[in-house]
């Protein structure tokens, strides 16, 4: 046996080994390296996308121009008498603030008014007299991290679904037994009534009104991340959604329309602007047809997102005031 032709083989053998090894250790670190790299930038993208679409403040993908009529509105508001109401938000410890506008004569019909992303019950001031104008109380809440009441964040009409049920039973301990009440939302509150008519309500609540309400928050937030930053939902939606968990306490996959209102019980008004780009008008024929009781449908003709009573306010509030007359007792 030759030895050191055996030796010779035995080296080569060896460092031909170490050298795949080696290979094998490079790449593995190479990949876990890139793995580490998206694993921090996914991190830092869906926290910047929380903070940018759960923080409360101000918001440059909405419109900030002035509103001559909204802006009379609301001094007539600041103006006009009413009483402020406070609230326990439902799981939680957060103070809620609201307004109760009673009417001018007295009545036991009550309209709850739902606001918008990012507004208040000031950004409702056309809608609340609008229906004190019609004769009813107003009852109109700020909600978790909007207006007056505390958090530190949006909860997109989902947990803001228990809270407003709370202002409602708070309403009936009040006003009594016999008193109505209507729902009303516009956008993220349109959502919002949507959501609460999957919940068992009391017999109070008679009639729900929506405008321009999305079909679900997960729909809106991937429709927005398109628009927005011409992104795809996945994955960021997922992970947007687990920051939410942790940082809101709720799952935004839960807040889903059409599910609701395979359970509701009450008869509900659409309304939605033709040219709305923002919460896509689609959404409403999704909404209108998921709902089983009494239905109506109005899509307002060139009404862009939540616009339809501007355009057509004669008619919007014509319309509602015929709605809710069929349904009050």
């Known amino acids: 046996m030759d030895f050191d032709k055996l030796t010779r083989w035995g080296n080569f053998s060896m460092a031909k080994t170490k050298k795949k090894w080696s290979f094998k250790k490079k790449l593995t670190v190479w990949l876990s390296t890139i793995v580490v790299l998206l694993l921090l930038v996914l991190t830092g993208a869906s926290l910047y996308m929380y903070n940018y679409g759960f923080v409360p403040g101000k918001k440059d993908f909405l ?28 799981n939680s410890s957060l103070r809620l603030v609201a307004d109760y506008v009673p009417a001018v004569k007295k009545t036991n019909k009550t309209i709850v008014v739902a606001h918008g992303y990012m507004s208040n019950k000031e950004g409702m001031a056309n809608y609340i ?22 958090g530190n964040y949006a909860g997109y009409g989902w947990p ?6 709370k202002w409602v039973n708070q309403l009936i301990a009040k006003e ?7 729902l009303f939302g516009v956008s993220m509150g349109g959502a919002t009534v949507m959501f609460m008519s999957g919940e068992k ?11 321009c309400g999305y079909s679900s928050i997960h729909d809106e937030l991937a429709y927005e991340l398109k628009e927005l930053f011409g992104l795809p939902p996945f994955p960021l939606i997922n992970t947007v959604n687990i920051v939410a968990q942790i940082r809101a306490g709720y799952n935004f996959d839960d807040g889903d329309a059409p599910t609701a209102l ?16 923002f919460v896509p008008t689609k959404m409403v024929y999704t909404n209108y047809r998921a709902a089983k009781q009494p239905k109506q449908l109005w899509v307002v003709p060139g009404a862009t ?6 355009k057509e306010p004669t008619q919007y509030r014509a319309k509602v ?5 069929h349904y009050w007792q």
Request: proline fraction near 4%; glycine fraction near 4%.
């Open 262 to 277: 395979a359970k509701n019980k009450l008869p509900i008004f659409f309304i939605h602007g033709s040219k709305d780009t």
């Open 201 to 211: 309500l009391p017999s109070q609540v008679k009639a729900i009104v929506e405008d």
């Open 305 to 310: 997102h939540a616009q339809s009573y501007e």
């Open 321 to 325: 005031q015929a709605f809710l007359n």
């Open 129 to 150: 007299r609008m229906f004190h104008n019609l004769g009813y109380n107003v009852l109109a809440p700020d909600d978790r991290g909007h207006g007056q009441s505390q």
């Open 63 to 90: 419109s900030n121009k002035k509103d001559p009529v909204l802006e009379r509105n609301q001094r007539w508001l600041a103006a006009t008498k009413k009483f402020t109401w406070h609230e326990t938000a439902a």
């Open 176 to 182: 009594g037994t016999q008193t109505q009440i209507s």
């Open 160 to 165: 803001d679904r228990l809270d407003d049920i």
